[in-house]
Structures are given as structure tokens and as C-alpha cells.
């Protein structure tokens, strides 16, 4: 569990806060080509000219501090998950019934996520809505629903603002929503290619100033040790010769001796793939999210003061849909955790940066989470388990890995150590042990063991759950800052991308156009992507 102890214990709670400063647009719907083409034409009228005036009253402020925005994205993070964090964080700490957690405190409205391609979505065209302000299909990353490449608030803030820009995520810095804010591909499995374009390989140049996270073995020669390119090129070298950038860390000490002065652009990489769950993060081996946060935070606003010129940060609590995925409340719970301390963060750091706003969504919930199960045909108590919880030590995932990789086990190992221990749970039924220890013969994989010994806990705490996928609930939708009074109530996700265009007087046809017409962008057809690839299962 996370000890950051930055956590809000308030005693009332304002679902819609007022700005601590002074204080729109349309959604997408897939229609048929010709109305696309009319609609996109008025659209683009209109557009430009909010982005005109945006422009002009953002500039004709000469005194105002430069204006910087923080957008957060809790990966599969849905309005049951933010109870169950709050409730389980008030009865373990022994706190009054009205305590909230830091992302109650900025509560404004929803977000509706349905993709151009399915009402239950996907990250990549989750993230695609956030960054490009259009929907499209599940798997796109940075295209629109053609596959035509969209200009992203990201790269319209480096090239038409020349702010700094930074990604920080627990997930691979690949992964579809970090890419789809820096890359451009028809799918979002393409990760080699997404490294390419993070680095500088890429139409527009470098737009990427910082990135922390995981997924170093993208960007490492197939021929070494831990690298999973297709190809021998080593991006990380690449990456300091050819695109310019000063720094690339691997390592926890190398984290810690960066500084507000660090030079730009830098990466750290602190995992060959997704960085590890909270629940089983090693402190001296990985930084947190709070803390690459901070970090982050310190070294953008030192350099985009410097240069006047502000910046923007995408976040991403990454795992909270992963754990969701395997429908692992310990893992999940503690992801959750970890994102509230990252919030606090980051709103201190909007309290003391005037020009700053934070944005905190979902792409789409994970899990179909419920806090409440029936468990017998009897009619259910109203109740549920925490404490169940609690005694959990290590993530199913981590269990599962490890289970596996016993070449050969003590009768007792899998019922002490594996349940008893780490999972805390002494009932456990033969049936549910007989599971585990046969699961050589029963030819079970890594997944199916991560998903028995999750249901073993879910079931003991009274926690449910519809579906190891998506759903297509409304998600929350969080802001703090300025002008943040304007996503109060529900609003498409693409209302989000346009909230941060206005806000930054950005200009995203202008980046399509010139995506368009510097790059020679490959459908998913001629890399032999067929339908049920690109429309089947995607986290």
C-alpha cells in the first residue's frame, strides 16, 4: 500500500468545486461519408475560428503566467472503483464516513467513451478521443476512423506553442494511451513502430521533451538481452545520436539523481514491459507513479519557465485497468491508491502554478466492477468483506509468474505460501486448491491461474465482477483549474481534446495537414491486419 500520506480526510464534500481562479465543443459520430465530409467541412470552419479567438484572448494577456495542462488518464478506472478506493481507504485508517479521496474533491461531471467502431471502447481510441478530439475505431492510435493520421494536442503545443511535453505512465511508454498522444499508427500493436516515431522518426520531428515508464525492451536490438524490436536497431543509442536526446536511464539510482536542472529531452525506462503492479513494486528497483510525477512536474515547469513558454503533461495510471482486467481487487485497489496520491500531487501543484489546469478521465471501465455479490441462491446480505483484502500481499499476476515458474514444488507450497501467505485466506476449498496444483495437467495458462486466485479473493470479500473486458459505462470526469468550470456535466471524451485545444489555443487541423502531407501513411490492409485483429480484444 502506498504511505504517501497526502490523502484528503475532509468532512464535506462539493461534488462540482469552484475554480481556484477565474473561470466545448461537439462530439464525433461515425455517419455516412458524404455527411462526414459536409459535417467535417462546417465543423472545420467553426473550429478554426474557436481557435482563433481562443488564441487572441490567450495572447492578449501579456502578463498572465504561461498557462500549463496536466491531462490524467486512470486507465480503466470506473465510478464503482473510485467507492470501493474511498470506503476501503476510510475504513482502514479508521476515518468518519464523509471522508473523500483527493479526486472527489475535483468531481465536475462524465465522460461517455464509445469509440467510432463499438460502444464498449478500447485505450487506443480512448486515448485517440483525449488527443485528437474525434472518434475512431478500437486499435487506432492517433488516426481517425480512415486511418488517416490526426494532429494530437500534444504536438500542436510543441510546434505552435513551443511548450515542453512529457509522458509519464506505469504501463509501456508504447502502450496505446501514452502512443496515442506521440505516434501515428493504424494499430496499436505496432509498438516497434511507436518507439520510432517517440524517439523523432517522425513526420513532425521530436515532440516528445520527456517520457518515464516502462517498455524498455521496444527500444532495444532484437540482438540484445531483453530486446523484443523486430529489427536490429537500438533506439536508445539512436535516440542520443541521431534525435537529440541528452538522457536515457534505466535504473532507480539514475532516477533519483535527476534534479529540477535535468537537461531536456530525456527518457527513463524502468522495466523491460509494464512497470510493476504497487502491490509488489520494489521501491529500491522502480519509482512510483507519484514520484516520476513530481519529478516530472519539477523538471518541465523549471525549463518551460526558463523559456516562457509552459508545458504539457500527459499521466497515465496505467495498471488500474490491468488489475481490472484480471479482476484482482487487492491489485486494482492499490493502483486506485496510487493514482490518489498522484492527484494530490498534481493539485498542490496547480494551487502553486497559476495558468495550470489538471484534467482527470477515464478512456472506459475495466472489470464491470461491482461493490456488493451475491455468492448462494439465498437472498445476499448487504454487506462486504475489506478486510479480506487487506490481507492480501502480492498481485495474482505476481503469484501466477511465480507458480509457474516452479519447476517442481513442496505439497505444501501452493497451500501455505501461495494462499496462506500471500493471498491471507485459510478456508480455502479443496476443489480451489486441487485447481492450482494440477495446473500442469489441466494445461492451464499464466491468465487462468491469475483469474482463479483473483476470484478466490473477490469472492470472499463480496466484490463482482461482469467481465474480464470493457464496459461502456459513463466514467468520471475530474478538473481543477482554471476555466475548468467549463466540463462541468456530461461531455463526450472528445470534449476533452477540444477543452485542452481552446485552453492551450492550439491548432489540430493544422498538424493533420501537415501529417498528411509529410508522411506516407500504410492502411492496416497492407500489413496484413484483418477485421478480427483490428475489431477483436484490445486493453
Given at each position: 500500500?502506498?504511505?504517501?500520506?497526502?490523502?484528503?480526510?475532509?468532512?464535506?464534500?462539493?461534488?462540482?468545486?469552484?475554480?481556484?481562479?477565474?473561470?466545448?465543443?461537439?462530439?464525433?459520430?461515425?455517419?455516412?461519408?458524404?455527411?462526414?465530409?459536409?459535417?467535417?467541412?462546417?465543423?472545420?470552419?467553426?473550429?478554426?475560428?474557436?481557435?482563433?479567438?481562443?488564441?487572441?484572448?490567450?495572447?492578449?494577456?501579456?502578463?498572465?503566467?504561461?498557462?500549463?495542462?496536466?491531462?490524467?488518464?486512470?486507465?480503466?478506472?470506473?465510478?464503482?472503483?473510485?467507492?470501493?478506493?474511498?470506503?476501503?481507504?476510510?475504513?482502514?485508517?479508521?476515518?468518519?464516513?464523509?471522508?473523500?479521496?483527493?479526486?472527489?474533491?475535483?468531481?465536475?461531471?462524465?465522460?461517455?467513451?464509445q469509440s467510432s467502431s463499438s460502444l464498449v471502447t478500447d485505450s487506443a481510441a480512448g486515448a485517440t478521443a483525449f488527443s485528437c478530439g474525434l472518434k475512431s475505431y478500437n486499435g487506432a492510435i492517433g488516426v481517425d476512423p480512415e486511418e488517416t493520421p490526426c494532429g494530437t494536442v500534444l504536438e500542436s503545443a510543441k510546434?505552435?506553442?513551443?511548450?515542453?511535453?512529457?509522458?509519464?505512465?506505469?504501463?509501456?511508454?508504447?502502450?496505446?494511451?501514452?502512443?496515442?498522444?506521440?505516434?501515428?499508427?493504424?494499430?496499436?500493436?505496432?509498438?516497434?513502430?511507436?518507439?520510432?516515431?517517440?524517439?523523432?522518426?517522425?513526420?513532425?520531428?521530436?515532440?516528445?521533451?520527456?517520457?518515464?515508464?516502462?517498455?524498455?525492451?521496444?527500444?532495444?536490438?532484437?540482438?540484445?538481452?531483453?530486446?523484443?524490436?523486430?529489427?536490429?536497431?537500438?533506439?536508445?543509442?539512436?535516440?542520443?545520436?541521431?534525435?537529440?536526446?541528452?538522457?536515457?536511464?534505466?535504473?532507480?539510482?539514475?532516477?533519483?539523481?535527476?534534479?529540477?536542472?535535468?537537461?531536456?529531452?530525456?527518457?527513463?525506462?524502468?522495466?523491460?514491459?509494464?512497470?510493476?503492479?504497487?502491490?509488489?513494486?520494489?521501491?529500491?528497483?522502480?519509482?512510483?507513479?507519484?514520484?516520476?510525477?513530481?519529478?516530472?512536474?519539477?523538471?518541465?515547469?523549471?525549463?518551460?519557465?526558463?523559456?516562457?513558454?509552459?508545458?504539457?503533461?500527459?499521466?497515465?495510471?496505467?495498471?488500474?485497468?490491468?488489475?481490472?482486467?484480471?479482476?484482482?481487487?487487492?491489485?486494482?485497489?492499490?493502483?486506485?491508491?496510487?493514482?490518489?496520491?498522484?492527484?494530490?500531487?498534481?493539485?498542490?501543484?496547480?494551487?502553486?502554478?497559476?495558468?495550470?489546469?489538471?484534467?482527470?478521465?477515464?478512456?472506459?471501465?475495466?472489470?464491470?466492477?461491482?461493490?456488493?455479490?451475491?455468492?448462494?441462491?439465498?437472498?445476499?446480505?448487504?454487506?462486504?468483506?475489506?478486510?479480506?483484502?487487506?490481507?492480501?500481499?502480492?498481485?495474482?499476476e505476481s503469484l501466477a509468474r511465480q507458480l509457474i515458474a516452479q519447476k517442481s514444488f513442496k505439497p505444501d507450497y501452493i497451500k501455505d505460501y501461495i494462499i496462506k501467505e500471500s493471498l491471507g485466506i485459510t478456508d480455502a476449498t479443496d476443489s480451489e486448491i486441487a485447481y492450482l496444483e494440477k495446473w500442469q495437467e489441466?494445461?492451464?495458462?499464466?491468465?487462468?491461474?491469475?483469474?482463479?486466485?483473483?476470484?478466490?479473493?473477490?469472492?470472499?470479500?463480496?466484490?463482482?465482477?461482469?467481465?474480464?473486458?470493457?464496459?461502456?459505462?459513463?466514467?468520471?470526469?475530474?478538473?481543477?483549474?482554471?476555466?475548468?468550470?467549463?466540463?462541468?456535466?456530461?461531455?463526450?471524451?472528445?470534449?476533452?481534446?477540444?477543452?485542452?485545444?481552446?485552453?492551450?489555443?492550439?491548432?489540430?487541423?493544422?498538424?493533420?495537414?501537415?501529417?498528411?502531407?509529410?508522411?506516407?501513411?500504410?492502411?492496416?490492409?497492407?500489413?496484413?491486419?484483418?477485421?478480427?485483429?483490428?475489431?477483436?480484444?484490445?486493453?
Open positions: 500500500m502506498s504511505t504517501t500520506p497526502i490523502r484528503n480526510n475532509q468532512s464535506s464534500y462539493d461534488a462540482i468545486p469552484s475554480d481556484p481562479e477565474s473561470q466545448g465543443a461537439n462530439g464525433h459520430r461515425k455517419a455516412s461519408k458524404r455527411t462526414r465530409v459536409v459535417l467535417s467541412t462546417a465543423l472545420g470552419v467553426i473550429a478554426v475560428a474557436a481557435i482563433t479567438v481562443a488564441s487572441v484572448y490567450y495572447w492578449t494577456a501579456p502578463d498572465a503566467p504561461p498557462r500549463n495542462v496536466i491531462m490524467m488518464v486512470s486507465d480503466g478506472f470506473g465510478p464503482a472503483s473510485e467507492t470501493f478506493a474511498r470506503q476501503y481507504y476510510a475504513w482502514d485508517n479508521e476515518l468518519p464516513y464523509k471522508t473523500i479521496l483527493p479526486l472527489d474533491s475535483i468531481h465536475v461531471g462524465q465522460s461517455r467513451t510546434i505552435h506553442q513551443n511548450m515542453l511535453t512529457g509522458l509519464v505512465v506505469t504501463s509501456r511508454v508504447t502502450h496505446a494511451t501514452p502512443a496515442a498522444f506521440s505516434a501515428h499508427v493504424a494499430w496499436r500493436d505496432w509498438e516497434n513502430d511507436i518507439a520510432l516515431q517517440q524517439i523523432g522518426e517522425n513526420p513532425l520531428g521530436r515532440t516528445v521533451d520527456l517520457m518515464f515508464g516502462g517498455g524498455r525492451c521496444q527500444f532495444l536490438t532484437n540482438q540484445t538481452v531483453g530486446g523484443c524490436r523486430l529489427d536490429t536497431r537500438d533506439l536508445l543509442t539512436e535516440a542520443k545520436t541521431t534525435y537529440g536526446w541528452k538522457t536515457v536511464l534505466d535504473s532507480r539510482q539514475a532516477f533519483d539523481a535527476l534534479t529540477d536542472e535535468s537537461e531536456l529531452p530525456l527518457m527513463g525506462l524502468y522495466a523491460p514491459s509494464h512497470m510493476s503492479y504497487n502491490i509488489d513494486r520494489d521501491p529500491a528497483i522502480e519509482p512510483s507513479l507519484a514520484e516520476m510525477s513530481s519529478k516530472a512536474l519539477g523538471i518541465l515547469s523549471k525549463a518551460s519557465k526558463q523559456q516562457n513558454t509552459g508545458f504539457f503533461l500527459l499521466i497515465e495510471g496505467s495498471r488500474i485497468d490491468m488489475a481490472a482486467h484480471t479482476n484482482d481487487p487487492a491489485a486494482h485497489l492499490q493502483e486506485i491508491l496510487a493514482y490518489q496520491d498522484t492527484i494530490q500531487i498534481v493539485k498542490d501543484f496547480v494551487d502553486a502554478n497559476p495558468g495550470t489546469v489538471v484534467v482527470s478521465t477515464s478512456d472506459h471501465e475495466t472489470g464491470g466492477f461491482t461493490l456488493g455479490r451475491q455468492t448462494t441462491p439465498d437472498y445476499p446480505e448487504y454487506k462486504w468483506e475489506p478486510a479480506v483484502i487487506k490481507r492480501v500481499k502480492r498481485s495474482a489441466k494445461n492451464l495458462t499464466s491468465s487462468n491461474i491469475e483469474e482463479h486466485l483473483a476470484n478466490m479473493v473477490s469472492v470472499r470479500a463480496l466484490i463482482g465482477w461482469t467481465t474480464h473486458g470493457h464496459t461502456a459505462v459513463d466514467v468520471n470526469l475530474y478538473a481543477y483549474g482554471p476555466e475548468s468550470d467549463k466540463l462541468r456535466g456530461t461531455h463526450e471524451n472528445t470534449d476533452i481534446g477540444d477543452f485542452i485545444s481552446e485552453y492551450l489555443g492550439l491548432d489540430l487541423a493544422a498538424i493533420t495537414s501537415q501529417l498528411k502531407s509529410k508522411l506516407s501513411f500504410t492502411a492496416s490492409k497492407s500489413k496484413n491486419v484483418g477485421e478480427n485483429m483490428r475489431y477483436g480484444h484490445s486493453m
